[in-house]
Antibody
């Protein structure tokens, strides 16, 4: 059973960089054929797809966030990461990592506030 | 970007009733549509992928149908644990996009 767990600061100051890591267990990121994604959900709102990384390192980002987003992978640690720069209060959300479409982490709330 | 519209926004039903949820895409997504269920404080759970395939462990009362631009999720007989928010997601064009959700409440 594949499991994913997000980790990282729950509070980030405006204009700083949000950094989260998703640790995968029960399966290898290297196994191929899957998109390892980040999705977020603003409080009380719907789901917004941020982007994905393939095990090979290929990425695709939502154009609405592309200028601020980087997703990277460390296959030796079996984890992948999200960096979102220049955050504002509008980036306050629950951030999920996922092996789309079937395995999701539990989500982590990141609040942007001074 | 493909825009998904879900209707109704809220569906008020009772246990044992049949629920029909709709998802419409702004352009064809072939059969690359998924349905998720989300309960408060939980991550979305995959119910249906590729329009009509039930995910592992999902009850047969969840039935997905449709192709192109019009899709339906039918819950044949609502159980108490089915009251939740349901999202559709198109997986045909990047960026993948989600619908705004349908809340099924009692």
């Amino acid at each position: 059973q594949v499991q994913l767990q997000e980790s990282g600061p729950g509070l980030v100051k405006p204009s700083q960089t949000l950094s989260l890591t998703c640790t995968v267990s029960g399966g290898s990121i290297n196994s191929g054929g899957y998109y390892w994604s980040w999705i977020r959900q603003h409080p009380g709102k719907g789901l917004e797809w941020i982007g994905y990384i393939y095990y090979s390192g290929n990425t695709y980002y939502n154009p609405s966030l592309k200028s601020r987003v980087t997703i990277s992978v460390d296959t030796s640690k079996n984890h992948f990461s999200l960096r979102l720069t220049s955050v504002t209060a509008a980036d306050t959300a629950v951030y999920y990592c996922a092996r789309e479409p079937d395995y999701w982490g539990q989500g982590t709330l990141v609040t942007v506030s001074s | 970007e493909i825009v998904l519209t879900q209707s109704p926004v809220t569906l008020s039903s009772s246990p044992g009733e049949r629920a029909t949820l709709s998802c419409r895409a702004s352009q064809s997504v072939s059969s690359y549509l998924a349905w998720y269920q989300q309960k408060p404080g939980q991550a979305p759970r995959l119910l249906i992928y590729d329009a009509s395939n039930r995910a592992t462990g999902i009850s047969a009362r969840f039935i997905g149908s449709g192709s192109g631009t019009d899709f339906t999720l039918t819950i044949s007989s609502l159980e108490p644990e089915d009251f939740a928010v349901y999202y559709c997601q198109q997986r045909n064009n990047w960026p993948f996009t989600f619908g705004p959700g349908t809340k099924v409440d009692i």
